[in-house]
């Protein structure tokens, strides 16, 4: 448990009043006591809650309740409102889902497309290497100079680990990182970089086979794919700002300054912890991993690749891209063509289909809607509708009142068939009744009397009662025919509803 009171000087009161949403003075006096601590609260988070019919019923009078006095919900208040009012514990995705299943929230699905990257993030450190490549400008008596800065960047410890500085981008770079990192570190078990023809050069490729180092390109268009290289970059740029040099040799003494800066900079860098961890990634890289664990990584990167080949959907998305496309003449640059190769396949067939069929409507009626921009804009309102309606139908299924209570009436009409004792019981101690007298006697019966009016309470007619009893006297094997008899001739009398 975890006391509020333990914090409780003006400063964090204030905070802490600020954290929880207090919209008006009116709610103050439901979270400080008269001398302006705040109330101890049990920590509830983590348990399990039940949410029952009589539960969403008090969820959806309360909101209902607001919205006839035109008051808007906020998520968190109403279920901060709702949990002390009645001592309950729910959680406000669960008010949310419970509100959307009930038609008094509306549905606001947010998924992020596509999510490549977040696959590659968090892993072992000498796992995953990203290289990049960006622009360097240097301002030498005057005059500009442009060099290409070649990075290398351990994925799993943001641990720099090369660098090479030169007029363009091209395999030589690309390579003499590599080799610096493998230097200082080891082999990797892959590479992730763009989709450059420096990167993906035959001589880049030939090195990684034979060094058996998997090749994760990122995809074209999508820079969070290498967001670990942008991100080294953009720290390294705000670190180094304007380099302005005046000399007489400007560009051997520009470069040679600038690989002392960035040597600088990797070092300063790797000595310092990335984000809250407090590891350096220095350390991180030095840390010993197992044979076993590089083996599992390394088939976590093989079949990574082999997730992101198109499948027989994926290439039906494209088809119908192309038939847009050529069908309706639209004129598309090269990086447009690819981006809108690359971000269809993160819709659904059956949005796409639709898309399909409206965008044939719209350009129908106004030719100057015959664009990329305007399918695309229709793709992601459709896609959005359909994402709604799935997220609503889920919380229908699972908090909608009505079908819930409809459940657990069910619920309760099955107890009471499974409490019903059987046919073959009720003639098991008829046949037992055939050899007792007196007060044993009757009670049998009127025990025998009572579990026949189970059945027949449930039954609208007697005939099936009748009808399962012969079948249940019938199916016993250790009595003759005449014994059958008598056990009917007992039963029959109690038959009456």
Known sequence: MRFLREQSCPTYRVAWSLRMSTSTLTDWNKY????????????????????TAETIR?????????????????????????????????????????????D????????????????????????????????????????????????????GSFNHTGFDIGKSENSKAVLSVLKQHVRDYGYPLGVVFDHG????????????????????????????????????????????????????????????????LVALYMKMRNKLPLRKNSVTPQAVMEIEISEEVRQKERERLIQHNKNREDSGEELNKLETLHWIIQNHDLEVDTPSFRRAEYSIKSYSTDAIQKTEQAFL??????????????????????????????????????????????????????A???????????????????????????????????????????????EPVRKKIQDAIGTLNEVDAKTKEEIWDWIEPLLSK
């Open 104 to 155: 008094l929230w509306a549905v606001n699905t947010r998924i992020k497309r596509p999510a490549f990257y977040k696959n590659l993030c968090k892993r072992i450190p000498n796992g995953l290497l990203s290289i990049d490549g960006s622009e360097i400008k240097l301002n030498i008596d005057g005059e500009p100079y442009k060099y290409n800065l070649e990075l290398g960047v351990d994925v």
């Open 32 to 51: 400080f006591d008269v001398n302006l601590q705040p109330y101890e609260k049990e920590e509830k988070r983590g348990k399990t809650v039940t949410v």
């Open 361 to 414: 409507k719209a350009v129908d009626r106004n030719s100057d809607k015959k664009n990329l921009s305007y399918f695309f804009g229709i793709l992601k309102n459709i896609q959005q509708e359909l994402d709604d309606a799935q997220y609503h139908e889920y919380c229908r299924e699972k908090y909608y009142y009505k079908s819930l209570l409809e459940s657990e009436r069910r619920q309760r009409e099955d």
């Open 197 to 260: 023809t420096a990167n993906l050069s035959e001589e880049v490729r030939t090195w990684l086979v034979e060094h058996n180092i998997e090749i994760v390109p990122a995809g074209p268009g999508n820079p969070k794919g290498n967001g670990t290289s942008e991100g080294a970059f953009s720290q390294l740029k705000k670190v180094l700002g304007i380099i302005e040099l005046d000399c007489s040799t400007p560009e051997n003494l520009g470069k040679s300054v600038l690989t002392a």
């Open 416 to 462: 009471k068939k499974q409490s019903k004792p059987s046919f073959d019981m009720i003639v098991d101690l008829a046949s037992s009744a055939l050899n007792v007298s007196g007060k044993v006697h009757k009670t049998v019966r009127n025990l025998c009397k009572a579990w026949l009016a189970l059945h027949l309470k449930s039954s609208k007619y007697l």
């Open 58 to 102: 008090l969820v959806v009078a309360l909101a209902q309740k607001k919205l006839e006095k035109e008051e808007r919900i906020f998520i968190e208040s109403f279920t901060r409102g709702f949990n002390m009012a009645g001592e309950f514990s729910l959680g406000t995705e669960t008010i949310r889902e419970i509100l959307i299943a009930n």
